[in-house]
């Protein structure tokens, strides 16, 4: 058997969707980017008192490295439901939650093409409402080399265009895999280039939650 055949039998599977988000079957992880098919993403977003939670990706991934990006995301396999995305959580902050306990925001859509990496993915998103301390979380090295939090309403500030730059602060993890207290200064293409509107429609979701809405239109 070809080297290239083994490696497509042993890759992850995804369910792929027609544009209206319509199942037509499944494709290996490295399809579906190659060929830019519709899949699933889950993300979750969790915030405290206003501030939202931002993981930083690691300096080693493929795709959009040491960028910052939602608190918790990962793509759903073939079978999977949005409610096994939450195993993201725990696997990449190192915190066990209830699918309960989250609410669902709504389903988003992102399509983005960078150096040959074709992203289209349909994104099931949640919000967690949570006190968690930074500093107690356990960031998966080979996805996770920061965790920072910021204002909401800073957030749409730079998104929106009225300031260039703002602050987050949070933790590290350093080479010894434990947390150390950092501050940073960042700009709209210190995250993941997923457009504007992506954030924007988050944050402002998220403003809503914080302002007495706790159920939404899915």
């Given amino acids: 058997m070809p080297n290239n055949e083994r490696k497509l039998m042993t890759e992850e599977l995804i369910d792929i969707y027609d544009e209206n988000m319509n199942p037509i079957g499944t494709a290996p992880r490295s399809q579906v980017h190659k060929e830019g098919l519709w899949h699933k993403a889950f993300h979750c977003w969790i915030a405290r008192n206003n501030k939202v939670i931002f993981q930083q990706r690691s300096f080693q991934k493929i795709e959009s490295p ?4 939602v608190s918790a995301a990962g793509h759903l396999s073939t079978g999977e439901a949005p409610k096994d995305g939450i195993r993201e959580i725990e696997e990449e902050l190192g915190i066990k939650v209830d699918f309960d306990k989250l609410t669902k925001l709504y389903t988003g859509t992102h399509a983005g093409n960078k150096n040959n990496y074709i992203n289209n993915e349909f994104n099931p998103t949640y919000l967690l409402e949570s006190e968690i301390d930074l500093a107690e979380l356990k960031l998966q090295p080979e996805e996770v080399d920061g965790i920072y939090e910021a204002e909401v309403e800073n957030i749409l500030k730079l998104f929106r265009g009225e300031v260039n730059f703002i602050k987050l602060s949070g933790y590290k ?3 010894e895999n434990s947390l150390e207290k950092s ?3 960042v700009k709209r293409e210190d995250f993941e280039p997923k457009g504007s509107e992506f954030y924007i ?5 998220i403003k809503r939650y914080f302002n007495g ?3 939404f239109e899915n």
Avoid at 66 to 69: A, F, I
Avoid at 201 to 205: S, Y
């Fill in 66 to 69: 040491g960028l910052l990006g």
């Fill in 173 to 175: 993890r350093t080479a």
């Fill in 183 to 185: 501050e940073i200064k």
């Fill in 201 to 205: 429609k988050a944050m402002e979701t």
């Fill in 213 to 215: 809405q706790k159920t």
